[in-house]
Structure formats: C-alpha cells, structure tokens
C-alpha cells in the first residue's frame, strides 16, 4: 500500500495510502492489531527501540472489557499466566468512618480486573503481532522502530507526517489518517492541538512492597488526608501508588527504606500487617489533562495522548483501549476513500465523548472529594462509602463504570 519513495538529498518522501500510528506504546499496539484483524493495513511509527519498555513494572489495572478486547486479540492468552487477578477491591478512608468492599463472586465475575506490568502487556503484543504478521496473506502490519516524529500538519486532502528514523534519515509521510498515540509527550506542540491541563500539585510515588499478609488477590485504595494510596496485588506483593501533594511525595521519597516502610504502615493502616521491604521509588506528577484539536479531518489523538487522568481509579489505560477499539471499528466500517474524512472523524469523536468525559470527572470528583481535609466533606465522605456498602444499585454501576465504561 505505500508507495515506494521518492528520495532527494536526505529526504525521503512517501505516499502512504493507509492509517498511520504516531507511538507503538499499548494503546497504539491494540489499534494496530484490531486494524490488522479487521483487514486494514497499518503503519506504526515507534520513537523507542523494540523491547526498550519490556523492563517497565509500572502496574496496570486492566479492566474487564479490556481483558476481553486482549483475548480477542490473541496477547491475553500470553499474558494469562502472568496477571493477578483482583477478587475484591477494598476502599476506606484514613482517620473515617465507612468502609466498602467489592467481590467479584457477588457479580458472578470472575475477577473485577487484573494487574499486569506495563512491559510485560508490550511484550505479549509484540509477540501477537509477530504471530499475526508472518501469516501467509496476512493483512501489512508495520512497524518502524527508532523512528521519531517530529512534526505533524494537517491540510484539506491528508496529513504530512515528519520523522527521522533509526539511520537519521528524514522522511515526510502523508496519509489519509494520522493517529497521535504518543502518550501525550511529545506533539502537544503541533499548530491545531489545544491542551487543556489541571494541575493537582500532586505526584505519585510508585513502587512494590512486601508486606507481611499475602494480598489473598484484595486490591486496597485508602483515601488519606494527604491522597489516595492504592495497593494493587501483583505476582507475590502489591504495587504501591501512593499520592499526595508534591512537598509531601518530596518527604516520604527522601526516607530511608525503614522510616518509608513506617510511614506506609502509619497512613495505610494494619490490613495488610506490617510493610517489609519495598522496590526502588519512581515518581510522576499527577495532572488531569485533554487535547483536542481544532483540525476536523485526517487526524486524531487516542490514549493518553488525548486524556490523562489521575491514576486514583486505574482508568486512564483501559479509556484509552476503549479509543483504539472503537477508531478500529470506525476504520473498518468507513469505505477506503473515506478513511480520515471529518465525516468518519465526528461521528468518531461523538462516539468517544460521554466515555473520556465521564472517565476525567469520575477520577476529578474521587480526588477531590477523598483528599478533602474539611469535617463536612469528611463525614460526607463516611457517609458515601457507609452507602455504597447498602446499596446495591450504585454497587453494581460502579462495578460496569470501571470494568466497561458504561
Ligand atoms: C504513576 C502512574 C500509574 C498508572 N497506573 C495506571 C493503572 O493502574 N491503570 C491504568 O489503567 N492506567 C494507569 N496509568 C496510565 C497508563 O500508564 C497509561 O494510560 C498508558 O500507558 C497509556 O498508553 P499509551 O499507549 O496511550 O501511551 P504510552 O504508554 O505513553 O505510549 C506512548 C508511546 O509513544 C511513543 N512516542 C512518544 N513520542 C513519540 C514520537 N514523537 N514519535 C514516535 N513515537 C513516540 C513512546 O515511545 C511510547 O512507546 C498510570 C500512569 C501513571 C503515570
């Protein structure tokens, strides 16, 4: 489908007459693969070497609609024996009343989500895609490793996209359809993007940690005056991400692992026995963020490219696996000379609204209604969770927003 280039000096000009994905990280990956499944031809241009992220234990929470979109893609049955299974999610509130606690087995599920690192989910669709693409008459799957986009522009009849790939040759590519899958690090910047960001002045610690009581499969998320701490089952120990504002973070980073694992034990409380010993301590500023674009046609932005949202309720990714499978669906059902119209594109975007609209306010409402510092909102706080304990009707709507979205 692309057209063989035209090279001058040291750039190199090509037609491609398909989608084009900016970023090969998991949302873009999952796009790539349901496009092939579904008989579109794709190119994926990836910044980073092959297996550059395979090393990243960052802890994902996959919900249960993406478990299935995985599945279907054949990387589930790769990672299967690697994930860990949430059973039960226990949310409480440090120095509060009410308590409430979620069991798969009340929803006849069998898990309310699974923990799967970050590089191992990368390294099971690597092998999806190796698997898929060296099929006889398998539908072009490409993917361009090294290569960097540095610019993308927009005009009446299609995109033009600028990289320099791993031989530093520059290339300017245009396509029908430019999908901006890059984490939203790197092309916020292009004329026709508009970012809007809210700034908590929080950041997230992250590690794992070992602690006394196994994790018996129990996800805990702890609202604490400083922020919420959640501690996700993962292999034999939890994955720790505990937030708050960025001088705190500063503090409780700067401990030596002793004084840290006291400090744990102090905000999270005694559920899990005493904290043991812990991994190296990233952190990550926390924002809540969206881009948009003022452009109707030939581009889109998908993942966290186009919505960034506090870690508190595990929402961000599978939001973003729920962009790739709808833009896929959208691709397929748009004949080929409509691919990137604003037609396809609106009706796309229409389609995305209500679910990253509902995604940013729900994890915005939980920050700030759990690290309020107020008795009244407190007490409101007690009084919210002592609820959704009784009410079986909100359980049960929780239960579908985080594992579908709906
Ligand atoms: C502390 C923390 C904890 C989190 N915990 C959870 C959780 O528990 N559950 C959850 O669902 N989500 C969580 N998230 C969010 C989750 O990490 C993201 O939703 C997920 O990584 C988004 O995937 P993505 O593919 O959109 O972007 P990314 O994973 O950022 O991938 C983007 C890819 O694009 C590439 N790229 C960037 N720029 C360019 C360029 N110019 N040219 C070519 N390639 C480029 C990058 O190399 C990368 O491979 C967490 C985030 C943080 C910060």
Redesign the pocket.
């Known amino acids: 489908m692309t057209q063989p280039p035209t090279t001058s000096a040291s750039l190199t000009c090509t037609a491609c007459t398909h989608p084009v994905i ?7 990956m999952v796009l790539a693969l349901s496009l092939q499944a579904r008989g579109v031809p794709v190119t994926v ?4 070497p092959q297996g550059a ?1 395979y090393p990243d234990h ?5 919900a249960a609609g993406t478990q299935q979109v995985l599945e279907q893609l054949g990387v589930w049955q790769r990672i299967q024996s690697a994930v860990t299974p949430i059973e039960t999610i226990h949310i409480s509130q440090q120095k509060g009343l009410g308590r409430t606690r979620l069991r798969a087995q009340d929803y006849g599920m069998p898990a309310l989500g699974y923990v799967v690192s ?1 590089g191992q989910l990368l390294q099971a669709i690597d092998a999806a895609v190796k698997e898929v693409t060296a099929l006889a008459h398998a539908t072009p799957l490409h993917i361009h490793y090294q ?4 610019d993308l522009t927009v005009n009446a009849a299609n995109a033009t996209i600028a ?1 320099t790939d791993a031989t530093g040759l520059h290339t300017q590519m245009t396509t029908p359809l430019a999908i901006v ?7 916020e910047r292009v004329s026709g993007f508009v970012r809007e960001t809210k700034l908590y002045g929080h950041d ?1 610690l ?1 590690t794992h940690v070992q602690t006394q009581s196994a994790h018996a499969n129990i996800a805990y998320e702890r609202f604490t005056l400083h922020g919420p701490i ?1 501690l ?1 089952p993962n292999g034999d120990r939890f994955s720790l ?1 505990w937030t708050g504002e960025a001088t705190y973070i500063d503090r409780i980073a700067a401990l030596d692992e002793a004084d840290f694992l006291a400090a744990l034990h102090q905000a999270f409380g005694d559920r899990v026995g005493q904290f043991t010993a812990c991994g190296p301590r990233l952190r ?1 500023p926390l924002k809540l963020s969206k881009l948009s674009q003022t452009f109707p046609a030939h581009a889109v932005i ?4 186009a919505q960034t ?1 506090h ?1 508190v309720a ?5 939001v ?1 696996i729920r962009d790739a499978v709808a833009l896929a669906q959208s691709l397929e059902r748009t004949p080929v000379a409509a691919w990137g119209s604003a037609t396809m594109l609106t009706t796309y975007r229409q389609s995305r609204a209500k679910d990253t609209e509902r995604g940013l306010l729900f994890t915005d409402f939980l920050v700030n209604v759990f690290s309020n510092d107020l008795v009244a909102v407190g007490a409101l706080r007690g009084l919210g969770l002592g609820l959704l304990e009784i009410l079986p009707n909100t359980r049960q709507w929780l239960i579908r927003k985080m594992s579908y979205g709906r």
């Open positions: 900016i970023g090969g990280g998991p949302v873009g241009l990836e910044a980073q992220m960052r802890a994902l929470a996959l970050y290569t960097a986009v540095q990289f899958a890059d984490g939203g690090r790197s092309l997230a992250v959640a996700l991400v990550f998908i993942g966290n490219a949202m870690p595990g929402q961000g990714f599978n973003g």
